[in-house]
């Protein structure tokens, strides 16, 4: 993993959160000139749950949702549930539902 440096802004930066939403508190925003993005941070009011922003001039768009679901050990459980959970039931018969979704995707990136 390689470190990426980033300059933290100061309050009076003239960096500011780009965007408001009634349930959100903006927190700080950083510029990431490593990676030529601009990072905001915001926090759910009621849950606590945090939402970075990261933007670009990259025209490829992406998303991630994410759970810290630290795992208790290093068997790879958690892995293996990701694939087993990809692989179809007998309500949803799909064999690879995932690379079913690649096959009709106008995607550039996909992964699970």
């Known amino acids: 993993m390689t470190a990426v440096s980033s300059?933290?802004?100061?309050q009076n930066s003239p960096?500011?959160?780009?965007?408001?939403?009634?349930?959100f508190e903006w927190q700080r925003s950083e510029e990431i000139s490593?990676?030529?993005?601009?990072?905001?941070?915001?926090?759910?009011?009621?849950?606590?749950?945090?939402h970075?922003?990261?933007?670009?001039?990259?025209t490829e768009n992406v998303f991630l949702v994410g759970f810290r679901t630290v795992p208790m050990d290093s068997t790879g459980v958690a892995h293996i549930l990701?694939?087993?959970?990809?692989?179809?039931?007998?309500?949803f018969p799909v064999r690879d539902p995932f690379f079913m979704?690649?096959?009709?995707?106008?995607?550039?990136?996909?992964?699970a």
Not at 82 to 91: A, N, P, Q, R, V
């Open 7 to 10: 300059s933290k802004t100061e």
């Open 15 to 23: 960096i500011h959160p780009t965007r408001t939403h009634p349930a």
């Open 34 to 50: 490593s990676l030529n993005i601009t990072m905001e941070e915001y926090v759910h009011k009621v849950t606590g749950a945090k």
């Open 52 to 58: 970075f922003h990261l933007s670009s001039d990259n």
């Open 82 to 91: 990701e694939h087993t959970s990809l692989c179809g039931s007998k309500k």
């Open 101 to 111: 979704m690649i096959r009709r995707s106008l995607n550039t990136f996909m992964n």
